[in-house]
């Protein structure tokens, strides 16, 4: 009989799975050589490429479009035929269910009849000699993005367990294409903090232009990497810092310049570091505060917009919406103060 089971073993979990399972959904563990596989075990690679850094200083980006999300679901190679065989094995030994789909796991009877027998199944899906052993090629099931476990589309990706002959992917709406995979590395780019240059620094005067730059040493361009074994199939995204947008925390200010988009320069950098002599010129990029902050310092909000592009296999190219990635920083502005003698 057809199960929904809470462990089952599966094949293939790649160092990207993730830490725990999503909410009322199949748990993972181990038992034996044998992995029992969650919903969101994935097997494609992820590398930095070029730029960018993990840790605390470095985020993730968030789509410019409200509507973008990554693909919920794909298909994976997840058993050769022994590996396969030396599960149904362990199951006529006792051991634990087989994971067929995202959501259904299968028993010693299914698996012996539909695998190793080659009974038909009752959808009319062809069955399997001896799971295939001898031929060149693997098993495949559907594998759930682990961002959107909570999304109904997650689990599109149902087919039942099934054969891909060697260097060949399923002719299916979710195969793991080329764009799926830059979709998925999309999740993975970390760009480096917006730490803003500030002239004058936290603390300005009302009508003081405060003047705000980039340095092109910080803001390259980040390149990400994912790959799906025994597929050939693999995308490099890359993320390019392309403008600096200021928000100042208050209409009484002034931006520069009065859009507060600040494109990035031929050099690479954002707008043009302060110089002595400089105060009483306005910059390419910065604010003016027209109004004391009044105790409460202003939240100056920097944000930078990246711009995101991606290549793969087979020559295949394209474009991702733009992520941006924001911070805050304190702001006290005060009167000028004037001596009368």
């Known amino acids: 009989m057809m199960t929904s089971a809470t462990a089952a073993y599966g094949y293939g979990e790649g160092d990207d799975a993730a830490p725990t399972p999503p909410p009322q959904g199949p748990s993972g563990g181990s038992s034996g050589n044998m992995l029992t596989a969650r919903a969101d075990a994935t097997s494609i690679k992820v590398t930095q490429v070029s730029g960018g850094k993990s840790g605390s200083s470095s985020k993730g980006l968030a789509p410019v479009d409200p509507n973008w999300t990554p693909p919920p679901c794909w298909y994976e190679p997840v058993a050769t035929p022994q590996q396969l065989k030396n599960g149904v094995e362990q199951l006529k030994k006792g051991g634990d269910l087989v994971r067929v789909t995202p959501s259904l796991s299968w028993g010693e009877d299914l698996m012996v009849n539909h695998y190793e027998k080659g009974d038909q199944q009752s959808d009319g899906e062809e069955g399997y000699k001896n799971f295939n052993v001898g031929k060149d090629g693997m098993f495949w099931r559907g594998v759930v993005n682990k961002n959107m476990a909570n999304d ?41 903090g917006t730490d803003v240059e500030l002239k004058p620094e936290a603390k300005s005067t009302v009508n003081l232009p405060t003047w705000v730059w980039l340095d092109k040493a910080t803001f390259k361009d980040v390149k990400v990497r994912a790959e799906l074994p025994n597929t050939g199939v693999w995308a490099e ?105």
């Open 152 to 192: 109904i589309d997650a689990y599109d990706c149902e087919r039942t367990l099934f054969w891909q002959d060697a260097n060949t992917i399923p002719d299916d709406e979710r195969a793991p294409t080329p764009d799926v995979l830059a979709a998925y590395a999309y999740d993975k780019i970390h760009v480096p």
């Open 237 to 341: 995204t890359t993320a390019k810092p392309v403008a600096l947008h200021l928000e100042p925390g208050t209409e009484d200010a002034q931006t520069f310049p009065a859009s507060g988009d600040c494109e990035i320069n031929d050099d690479g950098s954002i707008g043009t570091p302060y110089t002595k002599g400089d105060a009483g010129k306005t910059p390419p990029c910065g604010l003016t505060y027209l109004r004391a902050s009044s105790g409460e310092p202003y939240q100056l909000t920097a944000s930078v917009t990246w711009e995101i592009s991606w290549e793969g296999s087979g020559g295949a190219a394209g474009d991702l919406p733009n992520g941006t990635f924001e911070t805050t920083q304190d702001m006290n502005v005060q009167e000028i103060q004037s001596i009368n003698r």
